[in-house]
């Protein structure tokens, strides 16, 4: 079996050595050290030409004139998660940063466009609600409820296997709001226990 690798443009941790990743083309990948290097530091992607850096993000940026960060709640192969505050509600969210594109680059800005108005029109109690994106020179950002729990891949290393009865019932719910999802065209293409919340 050969080392489990990470591809570096889009974080899909089964890509294959020296070979082009499956979920988003780019052709190159680097090898997951240890499971803390996926989610203390960022992969850094080779630069494409003309690409912009990020303009780092620390506690008290403030993102579209009203999400102030508070802290960083994890890192992944698009981009970055934080916990921020919202000026106008007080209300606490979540907001993630996606890897700054190149300025030329209108098509994938208008992609990602379309699919945040995609994503704020699918109605199920297991999918976060996107409440509102932007474009930051940190890069194209979007908020959404903020979950107030871990993920399942560090529920199941705090609590071991689940009995049956629940993993099926949580199974239910993740083919149900998938469903949801594919009702509006879109496809996840990445679901793992770590991208998903348990509240």
Known sequence: TPPMRTCDACGFENAEPDRACPLCGASEVVPVTSELSTVAAPATPTPSSGAPAAARVEAGHVFGERYRVVSLLGTGGMGQVFRVEDARSGQALALKVLRPVDADDTDRVRRFQREIQV?????????????????????????????????????????????????????????????????????????????????
């Open 119 to 199: 994503l704020t029109r699918i109605q199920h109690p297991a999918v976060l609600h996107i409440l509102d994106w932007g474009e930051s020179p940190a890069g194209l950002y979007f908020v959404t409820e903020l979950v107030d729990g871990e993920d399942l891949k560090m529920a199941i290393r705090r609590r071991g296997a689940w009995p049956p009865a629940e993993a099926a019932e949580l199974g239910a719910t993740l083919a149900e709001a998938l469903a949801a999802a594919h009702a509006q065209g879109v496809v996840h293409r990445d679901v793992k226990p770590n991208n998903m919340m348990i509240a």
